[in-house]
């Protein structure tokens, strides 16, 4: 029997829960679901393939890609592939069994947890908070304020963790439409470039505190962190079965004090069958 939980422990790169008692039969080759080719979870991938290597020379893990989470937690249920990643609030909608399942999906195990610190980080352009006299969710919605606002595309949890956000101050995205505002959907790396052309005032994504594609909007221009309230923080954990972190203080200029926000967990799961 392969002893994988020792190989996990070697590649988490977060705090490790509970860490399911699960052994994989030896074999020499592994599949392993992530997302996109060339992003953060492919990294993920070959530390993993490394780990496996370092203990059993002869296995290897093979990097899948896929439509991420949401998608893996089909592809490990089904057996199709050995491990996958997947966020903590894509599995509880996974087990929940609502959209984008037909039906819970209920065989799928954590084995560890990867990260814990994809930071809820959403901004808005100085000049248009000032311009709107705008310092929180609460006055966005009291002005109306008409804001052009970038969500990850759709099918991401980042824009699922978003609009849970929006919607726990009441706030819709027909709200903002009607505002004379705009939603626009895209990735990290096209957001930056929507806020560079200003042709966004807001953005609202979970990435890591410090990650390039926020330092260069904020070389690019003034831009303002939007506090999200405790009652709103715990609210969405509990819908999304997600957690909570601070961003320090020191972490950007923008900040005058440590920043409470919400955060996304990725773990890797395998099929409950797994012994």
Known sequence: MLGIRKVIKATVVGT???????????????????????GLWS?????????????????????QTSGGGFANAVQVASKKVDFGLMHDAEAKIAAKGTDPYKAPVTNLRAMAVMYNFAAFQPMVTKDFADKYGISSYEDLKAKKAPVRLVLNKRGNIAHNQAVEVLAAYGIS????????????YSGSKGSVELMKNRQADMVMNNIFVGHSSIREVLNSMPMV?????????????????TGQMVIPGKAYDILSDDHPTLALTAMLVVNSDTS
């Open 16 to 38: 490790c829960i509970g860490l399911a008692s699960v052994n994989v039969v030896a074999k020499d080759n592994y599949i392993m679901a992530g997302a996109s080719p060339g």
């Open 43 to 63: 990294l993920l991938g070959a530390g993993v393939d490394k780990a496996m290597r370092a203990s059993y020379p002869n296995a290897t893990v093979t990097y």
């Open 173 to 184: 995205l027909e709200d903002i439409e009607s505002w004379g505002g705009s939603i626009q």
């Open 225 to 241: 962190m939007m506090p999200v309230s405790q009652a709103v923080r715990d609210s969405v954990s509990s819908a999304m079965g």
